[in-house]
């Protein structure tokens, strides 16, 4: 069975560019989440999708970053514009269904912004 | 608010010794408990999780951990690290309130596995 997968897994912008990161979850897992992690610490959710609808995106900085999971399967995450701050790990994770359920995280991908 | 405090950001042991990773939590409500690896480069794994029942909870790769509701404490252990085991390793507290569902990661503890 495949595992969550990310793309691309390693991302080098100069700041006020956009950047986006894709997502595709397990086969089935109707909840995808969207983790910020950075360098020293654990993640920290961003956003949570139950299928297309974005239930939990009270974290996300809605200025600038936004975040979308068409036919509620793959889902991209963007950031526009990119800051210094944005220098980070973004996490993708999918679930069956609720927070009971075993999260599956992706490898994630790493943003350099210069 | 839910928070997972991991005292030791770093801990080194040799290898075949016995491992203890610390992980305290602040919930009002019964918690549900987490423990995932993350190795460099790699996404993080579940190594096992607590809803209730047996306090004693036995996970993947040889690790347990024991749900102390009087010290609110997760901690986990393995009898014997092998040099595989070295990774960083995060507990977390499932949230379940007010129609937010999420994980609350304490900030890991890097395992560094001396031969």
């Known amino acids: 069975e495949a595992g969550v997968v990310q793309s691309p897994r390693y991302k080098i912008i100069e700041k006020k560019q956009p950047v986006a990161f894709w997502c595709n979850p397990i086969?089935?897992?109707?909840?995808l989440y969207w983790y910020l992690q950075n360098l020293g610490q654990g993640p920290e959710l961003l956003i949570r999708?139950?299928?297309?609808?974005?239930?939990?995106d009270s974290q996300l900085p809605k200025d600038r970053f936004s975040a979308e999971r068409l036919k509620g399967v793959d889902s991209t995450l963007k950031i526009q514009p990119a800051e210094l701050g944005d220098s980070a790990v973004y996490l993708c994770?999918?679930?069956?269904?609720?927070?009971?359920?075993?999260?599956?995280f992706g490898p994630g991908t790493r943003l350099t912004v210069l | 608010a839910q928070s997972v405090t991991q005292p030791d950001i770093h801990i080194t042991v040799s290898e075949g010794a016995s491992l203890e990773l610390r992980c305290n939590y602040s919930?009002?409500?019964?918690?549900?408990l987490f423990w995932y690896v993350q190795s460099p480069g790699q996404g993080l794994q579940l190594l096992l999780k607590?809803?209730?029942?047996?306090?004693l909870v036995q996970g993947i790769k040889g690790f347990e951990a024991e749900f102390k509701r009087s010290q609110s404490s997760f901690n986990l252990r393995k009898p014997s690290v092998h040099w595989s085991d070295a990774a960083e390793y995060f507990c977390a507290v499932g949230q379940s309130q007010g129609g937010s569902e999420k994980l609350v990661f304490g900030k890991g503890t890097k395992l560094t596995v001396n031969p």
């Open positions: 607590y809803f209730s029942g047996d306090t």
């Open positions: 994770a999918s679930s069956l269904s609720t927070v009971t359920d075993t999260q599956y």
């Open positions: 086969s089935g897992h109707n909840t």
């Open positions: 999708y139950e299928n297309e609808e974005a239930v939990d």
């Open positions: 919930y009002g409500a019964t918690p549900y």
